[in-house]
């Protein structure tokens, strides 16, 4: 065989092997990289579990649930005498109105919208 010859079959049969090792090549790359986003979010849920397992201990004590349920709820004991402070900028609830909620104002979708568009 010439010298060309031996040139093309040895080009051909290294583009053969980088053609045959390049997709395995890509998918361990792939994959590596997945497993280490994989890992990642494992020891993210981890600590999230970690923190939850330690609030459940502290919700297992009585004292900390009724600390809660006055600091949430605004439970108090019988006998006890609630006191509400508002300051200024606070504005009152009205009746019937749950805390938090803005009161709905009456009329059709296309009233409000002119109404906000016209600062009203």
């Known amino acids: 065989m010439s010298t060309t010859r031996r040139a093309a079959v040895v080009a ?3 583009c053969a092997l980088a053609f045959t090792i390049a997709v395995p090549l890509r998918t361990y790359l792939s994959q590596k990289s997945e497993v280490t986003e994989q890992q990642q979010l494992q ?3 981890q600590r999230s579990v970690t923190q ?3 609030r459940k201990a502290e919700l297992s004590d009585p004292a900390q649930i009724e600390a809660e349920a006055r600091k949430r709820f605004g439970f108090v004991k019988p006998g006890e005498t609630p006191y509400i402070v508002q300051l200024p900028e606070d504005k009152a609830p009205e ?4 805390q ?3 009161p709905v104002p009456a009329g059709s979708w296309y009233e409000k919208l002119w109404d906000q568009v016209a600062g009203g």
Do not use: D, H
């Open 12 to 14: 051909i049969v290294v």
């Open 95 to 98: 009746q019937g109105q749950p």
């Open 52 to 54: 939850l397992e330690g």
């Open 100 to 102: 938090g909620q803005q």
């Open 43 to 45: 020891s993210e849920l």
